[in-house]
């Protein structure tokens, strides 16, 4: 191991680095990136440190690998915690319908006797939006396939579908989906419901791959709406507030290849070079502001056949070692700096692999819990937007254990969609930590501070603080939604507090 450090450069690398932060305090490094890179190099020259080091993460990484993490995403039954533990649901008069009927039944009794709905998806969410002590719905035993439209590549399928049994409902047809986010775990309504998105500039989130919906509004009615009916619209994000999702009818496209190619860079070089790192097909990137390094991943649809075990279990040795660091610095804050180090390194070795398309855009599953929050900025203002966030992070002395992902998105013209703006490429940096609560909070609003002015949206599903005032002023058709909202639910039967308090209705 030790030689294998040696021979790809890293103590000339973690060398080069100090000498490098020693002279770029303006880049907010030189606090502790010298110190983080003097450590590394010293732990490179001990050679019974490295093996000890590496072996230690491989009998964690190989612990870790003997569960079937898919599997868990296929739950039926409703969680009574959220994906960080931070919110619980209480299940006391939850629901678990298997028909449309019954779910008809269970809106027109609420709304008789004055009660509260939320539909709970699969709790994978940062914000309090599915939080009721009143009634509660998880459409665990409502999924599968409704029907296929060849003619017009459309794919229907109920709305508590899980995107990975989606994935291989898909695949099984030679079909998949045209953009994925980086979870398989959602349900299909709650990842439209909130814009959940991929990365490409010429690529939509997942709501506006949406052609039809079906639901039932506050009053009971079932409803049939698409790109036609102006309602469309406000039901495409939504949020729960119009009523329970029942069918979802998506475009998708012939089963496809991916080709990703990932390659390390200084975040200054990804920064300078924004224009032409991300003119690819599908590119993000991941950025670790404590060691100044940015991993920059470029995928692109191949006609190559997917690679064999061997490098798909090198994939997935890098992210398991991941989380193995991330739980450390959870415990040891200090230690941060050092093993976010290790996990750039590691990261910054070019790699290529090619698979399946939903193999390569959703493969975060293995990652532990963590809290996160998003800005979503236009894109002209990327490069500004990433240097105040590294400023905050290092100013602010912030144990961000996670990589700080960049990606990009194409406009669509849903009302509450943080996307808003069909001529409009986005840039969404998704802020990601695993820490106490209070340290998260602090983070997430400290970033919110510092850039409000880029008039950056969030992201429904994540952490966010704003109120009705701000959220109107980002919002267009914030009015136009609140008058569909208020004919489709009348007496509010699907607000909770958390909603009430960010919109004001």
């Known amino acids: ?83 960080d533990g931070r919110i619980t649901f209480n299940l006391t008069n939850s629901h678990l319908p298997e028909t449309e009927a019954e779910i008809v039944q269970i809106v027109s009794n609420a709304n008789k006797s004055g009660r509260k709905i939320r539909v709970l998806a699969s709790g994978h969410s940062w914000s309090e939006i599915a939080q009721t002590q009143d009634i509660m719905i998880s459409l665990g035993k409502y999924q599968g396939e409704v029907s296929f439209d060849p003619k017009n590549m459309e794919y229907t399928v109920k709305a508590g579908t899980k995107l990975v049994d989606l994935n291989d409902l898909l695949d099984k047809q030679k079909l998949a989906m045209i953009n994925l986010g980086s979870v398989t775990g959602q349900t299909i ?38 790109s036609s009916d102006e309602r469309f619209k406000a039901i495409q994000v939504c949020i729960g507030m119009c009523g ?29 070079d924004i224009d032409t790192l991300t003119k690819g097909e599908r590119v993000k990137y991941w950025v670790d502001f404590h060691n100044n390094f940015c991993n920059v991943f470029n995928t692109s649809k191949t006609d190559r056949p997917p690679e064999g075990f061997v490098c798909r279990m090198v994939s997935n040795i890098i992210y398991y070692l991941f989380a193995v660091v991330t739980r450390i610095t959870f ?11 290790l996990v750039s390194l590691t990261l910054s070795i070019p790699t290529h692999r090619v698979a399946k398309s939903y193999e390569i855009l959703s493969d975060f599953f293995r990652l532990p819990i963590h809290q996160e929050s998003e800005v979503v900025v236009e894109l002209k203002d990327t490069a500004e937007l990433i240097k105040t966030i590294r400023d905050v992070v290092i100013n602010g002395n912030f144990p961000v254990n996670y990589i700080t992902e960049v990606r990009f998105v194409k406009g669509d013209n849903a009302w509450l969609s943080p996307h808003y703006g069909k001529d409009t490429v986005f840039c969404a940096i998704t802020l990601t930590i695993y820490a106490p609560e209070e340290t998260s909070s602090a983070y997430f609003d400290a970033v919110y501070k510092a850039t409000r002015k880029f008039n950056g949206r969030v992201h429904w599903g994540k952490y966010f603080t704003s109120g009705p005032t701000e959220i109107r002023s980002l919002f267009p058709r914030f009015d136009d939604f609140a008058e569909v909202r208020l004919k489709l639910d009348p007496n509010g039967i699907f607000m909770n507090d958390a909603l009430k308090k960010a919109f004001g209705f």
């Open 1 to 83: 191991v030790n030689q294998f450090c040696l021979s790809h450069g890293v103590r000339s690398m973690a060398q080069k680095k100090m000498k490098t932060d020693s002279t770029t305090s303006s880049d907010g490094n030189k606090k502790n990136g010298g110190r983080t890179a003097t450590l590394w190099s010293k732990v490179c020259r001990k050679p019974v440190l490295m093996p000890s080091i590496f072996g230690c993460f491989a009998v964690i990484i190989w612990v870790f690998m003997m569960f079937d993490w898919p599997e868990l995403y296929r739950r039926v039954e409703p969680y009574q915690v959220s994906y």
């Open 189 to 226: 309504s709650g990842a439209i419901s909130t814009a959940t998105h991929g990365t490409g500039h010429d690529l939509t989130n997942m709501a506006a791959l949406v052609t039809k919906l079906k639901l039932v509004s506050g009053t009971g009615e079932v409803i049939t709406v698409d």
């Open 244 to 272: 329970v999702l029942t069918e979802v009818t998506l475009r998708v496209e012939a089963a496809y290849h991916l080709s990703e190619l990932r390659s390390g860079h200084t975040l200054n070089e990804c920064i300078s």
């Open 331 to 341: 415990l040891v804050p200090t230690l941060t700096g050092c093993l976010m180090n």
